[in-house]
Nanobody
């Protein structure tokens, strides 16, 4: 089983930035489409962004487009989510995932989940 471990979350103020990281184990990282989801308290888990195997194609949910950037370093088996201009609405647990397709995906299209990293944004 592929292991995904997120890091980089924390407590920040509105307008601040973070870089979330997801370190993947296994031999097939470069063959997988990767994505980020988030889940706020009392809300369903929401797809945020995804990135193609080589990193050349990315997709974002509307609410984060222009503020968040997904990237990957296949040599390090790591995918990143740069989160800028954070607002309290971005407060959530952020999950890394190995997904089956680019673009908007649901939980049914996720092969592996990380355990999540908490991002809390104060006003």
């Amino acid at each position: 089983q592929v292991q995904l471990v997120e890091s980089g979350g924390g407590l920040v103020q509105a307008g601040d930035s973070l870089r979330l990281s997801c370190a993947a184990s296994g031999r097939t990282f470069s063959r997988r489409i990767m994505g980020w989801f988030r889940q706020a308290p009392g809300k369903e888990r929401e797809w945020v962004a995804s990135i193609s195997q080589s990193g050349g194609t990315t997709y974002y949910t509307t609410s984060v487009r222009g503020r968040f950037t997904i990237s990957r370093d296949n040599a390090k088996n790591t995918v990143y989510l740069q989160v800028n201009s954070l607002t309290p609405d971005d407060t959530a647990v952020y999950y890394c995932a190995a997904v089956r397709s680019l673009g908007l995906v649901t939980a049914r299209q996720v092969d592996y989940w990380g355990q999540g990293t908490q991002v809390t944004v104060s006003s």
